[in-house]
């Protein structure tokens, strides 16, 4: 990401060759807004972003025009308008493959119970302006004359790469909660350093975050683990007090070592494995039937969660040892039930906390001796997360000891080896008996229920053990296991 140069007149013109594929488009509208007698200006990210030299694929706009009298000059440039925001003042737009927002000045109140604005439309850029969450935000370009409007220093905060909020914290944090979440958002997205009044402010009023909907929460939480640098943003919330609302299983990882019972961090442990596996995504591009095209949500999950249940777990041991018995078991668990009380749809909480679940089945391949039937089985076990679980597995290893990260990745390497090979020779993501349903069923001449599911699950687990063998073999197989059944007359 560039930095910014100095806060001057040079840094407006790069702003304004950043803009410079939509300057006539701005001009146009700020005409448009003028003719019809309003003002109207280039707002918050947009602005921030051309600073940074960053795209940004949407524009926002504020006008001292009222919604219906926004929607009548927009209803005469734009391919189409919707109105899903008028109560907030919104009216947005799409011309080509341009979105556009206008927004209608606002001087917000906030009902202190809750996040949701109590709307009092302003009559001024200003009063529009000290309203946002941040000064960077703050930062608005009057149309079409290109005037530069900062009454809040947001250049110069963007310059020194510090986040402020117009506004004292205090009151910017009680207006809406949300704002803090934001703020450990930025410093993820932008590596901007909230300022220490800001930090004091969010670590006094983190409790409030409770009062917002887990939805609104889910998507700041999304945005972050999806930026260039999640751990920036994670250690915020943490440092903060945020996560003990939002995620309290994260600071639970920072298990006290004392100089009896050593044992790693487990809460720097889990941040690196993150780090670690953002490193190993593949391009946005990538179609490999293994490959994870970056940035993936379900991967980085599972990388800052693959721990939890350590701290559950936990016993010491005689002589000084640290054990976590099937922590992978309980994080699972756990997994599932933060996930979904965040709101998470089905699809990526099953994923997340299979992978949890699946994290130390490679520990115990050793030096390769795990059977075919072995490796089948993991690869049927992750199924479609296979990929994922590779990257997962190899970042989990954060030792410092050379010769035993090495011995790592090369049993890893052998495993993947051994998936290949036997990928090539079997569809192992999709194994299935050699016989199917109705055949099993006219084998045994049963019928569909119960008994036939467990046949079928025998099979499964023999064609597993012992790779292809054929119809007949397979045939004789369930015949074997049939006649140690009491439903057979024979068992």
Same mark, same amino acid.
């Given at each position: 990401?560039?930095?910014?140069?100095?806060?001057?007149?040079?840094?407006?013109?790069?702003?304004?060759?950043?803009?410079?594929?939509?300057?006539?488009?701005?001009?146009?509208?700020?005409?448009?807004?003028?003719?019809?007698?309003?003002?109207?200006?280039?707002?918050?990210?947009?602005?921030?972003?051309?600073?940074?030299?960053?795209?940004?694929?949407?524009?926002?706009?504020?006008?001292?025009?009222?919604?219906?009298?926004?929607?009548?000059?927009?209803?005469?440039?734009?391919?189409?308008?919707?109105?899903?925001?008028?109560?907030?003042?919104?009216?947005?737009?799409? !011309?080509?493959? $341009?979105? *556009?927002? %206008?927004? &209608?000045?606002?001087? @917000?109140?906030?009902? +202190? =119970?809750?996040?949701?604005?109590?709307?009092?439309?302003?009559?001024?850029?200003?009063?529009?302006?000290?309203?946002?969450?941040?000064?960077?935000?703050?930062?608005?370009?009057?149309?079409?004359?290109?005037?530069?409007?900062?009454?809040?220093?947001?250049?110069?905060?963007?310059?020194?790469?510090?986040?402020?909020?117009?506004?004292?914290?205090?009151?910017?944090?009680?207006?809406?909660?949300?704002?803090?979440?934001?703020?450990?958002?930025?410093?993820?997205?932008?590596?901007?350093?909230?300022?220490?009044?800001?930090?004091?402010?969010?670590?006094?009023?983190?409790?409030?975050?409770?009062?917002?909907?887990?939805?609104?929460?889910?998507?700041?939480?999304?945005?972050?683990?999806?930026?260039?640098?999640? !751990?920036?943003? $994670?250690? *915020?919330? %943490?440092? &903060?007090?945020?996560? @003990?609302?939002?995620? +309290? =299983?994260?600071?639970?990882?920072?298990?006290?070592?004392?100089?009896?019972?050593?044992?790693?961090?487990?809460?720097?442990?889990?941040?690196?494995?993150?780090?670690?596996?953002?490193?190993?995504?593949?391009?946005?591009?990538?179609?490999?039937?293994?490959?994870?095209?970056?940035?993936?949500?379900?991967?980085?999950?599972?990388?800052?969660?693959?721990?939890?249940?350590?701290?559950?777990?936990?016993?010491?041991?005689?002589?000084?040892?640290?054990?976590?018995?099937?922590?992978?078991?309980?994080?699972?668990?756990?997994?599932?039930?933060?996930?979904?009380?965040?709101?998470?749809?089905?699809?990526?909480?099953?994923?997340?906390?299979?992978?949890?679940?699946?994290?130390?089945?490679?520990?115990?391949?050793?030096?390769?001796?795990?059977?075919?039937?072995?490796?089948?089985?993991?690869?049927?076990?992750?199924? +479609?997360?296979?990929?994922?679980?590779?990257?997962?597995?190899?970042?989990?290893?954060?030792?410092?000891?050379?010769?035993?990260?090495?011995?790592?990745?090369?049993?890893?390497?052998?495993?993947?080896?051994?998936?290949?090979?036997?990928?090539?020779?079997?569809?192992?993501?999709?194994?299935?008996?050699?016989?199917?349903?109705?055949?099993?069923?006219?084998?045994?001449?049963?019928?569909?229920?119960?008994?036939?599911?467990?046949?079928?699950?025998?099979?499964?687990?023999?064609?597993?053990?012992?790779?292809?063998?054929?119809?007949?073999?397979?045939?004789?197989?369930?015949?074997?296991?049939?006649?140690?059944?009491?439903?057979?007359?024979?068992?």
């Amino acid at each position: 990401m560039p930095t910014p140069t100095a806060p001057d007149g040079t840094l407006l013109l790069q702003a304004l060759r950043h803009l410079t594929p939509t300057l006539p488009l701005l001009t146009e509208l700020g005409e448009r807004f003028g003719a019809a007698g309003h003002e109207l200006a280039l707002v918050g990210g947009p602005v921030r972003d051309a600073f940074l030299g960053r795209p940004s694929p949407d524009l926002d706009f504020t006008t001292s025009a009222s919604p219906e009298q926004i929607e009548t000059v927009l209803g005469g440039w734009a391919d189409t308008t919707w109105d899903v925001g008028r109560a907030f003042g919104t009216i947005g737009g799409r !011309r080509d493959d $341009l979105t *556009v927002e %206008v927004t &209608t000045y606002r001087a @917000d109140a906030y009902d +202190p =119970e809750s996040r949701k604005p109590v709307v009092a439309f302003g009559d001024n850029l200003e009063d529009d302006l000290v309203r946002r969450d941040f000064t960077v935000n703050a930062m608005a370009l009057r149309l079409p004359d290109l005037v530069f409007v900062d009454p809040h220093g947001g250049l110069r905060d963007l310059h020194e790469r510090e986040l402020r909020t117009p506004h004292a914290p205090e009151v910017s944090f009680s207006d809406d909660p949300l704002r803090m979440m934001r703020a450990a958002r930025f410093a993820a997205q932008l590596r901007l350093v909230p300022a220490p009044e800001v930090l004091t402010a969010m670590s006094g009023m983190a409790s409030r975050l409770s009062i917002v909907s887990a939805e609104r929460v889910r998507e700041e939480l999304v945005k972050i683990l999806l930026s260039d640098d999640p !751990r920036t943003g $994670l250690e *915020v919330m %943490v440092e &903060t007090g945020l996560s @003990d609302v939002v995620l +309290p =299983e994260l600071p639970a990882l920072r298990l006290e070592v004392d100089e009896h019972h050593r044992h790693k961090d487990v809460y720097e442990h889990s941040l690196t494995v993150l780090e670690q596996a953002i490193a190993l995504e593949d391009p946005p591009e990538a179609t490999g039937e293994d490959e994870v095209p970056g940035p993936d949500l379900v991967l980085r999950l599972a990388a800052l969660l693959h721990d939890i249940g350590k701290p559950a777990t936990r016993r010491f041991e005689p002589g000084g040892g640290v054990s976590f018995h099937h922590h992978e078991l309980v994080g699972a668990r756990m997994t599932r039930t933060r996930l979904r009380e965040l709101r998470f749809d089905k699809d990526t909480v099953k994923a997340v906390s299979r992978l949890v679940e699946l994290h130390l089945r490679f520990h115990g391949y050793g030096t390769g001796e795990w059977t075919d039937s072995a490796v089948r089985r993991y690869v049927t076990d992750a199924g +479609p997360l296979l990929g994922r679980l590779h990257k997962l597995t190899r970042s989990d290893s954060t030792t410092r000891n050379r010769r035993k990260a090495a011995r790592l990745a090369a049993s890893y390497d052998d495993l993947e080896r051994r998936v290949d090979a036997l990928r090539a020779q079997e569809e192992l993501q999709a194994v299935r008996p050699e016989l199917d349903g109705n055949q099993i069923a006219e084998v045994l001449g049963i019928a569909p229920g119960p008994l036939l599911g467990r046949a079928y699950k025998h099979l499964l687990a023999f064609r597993l053990d012992e790779g292809r063998v054929g119809d007949d073999a397979a045939r004789a197989e369930l015949l074997r296991w049939w006649g140690e059944q009491p439903e057979s007359g024979d068992g």
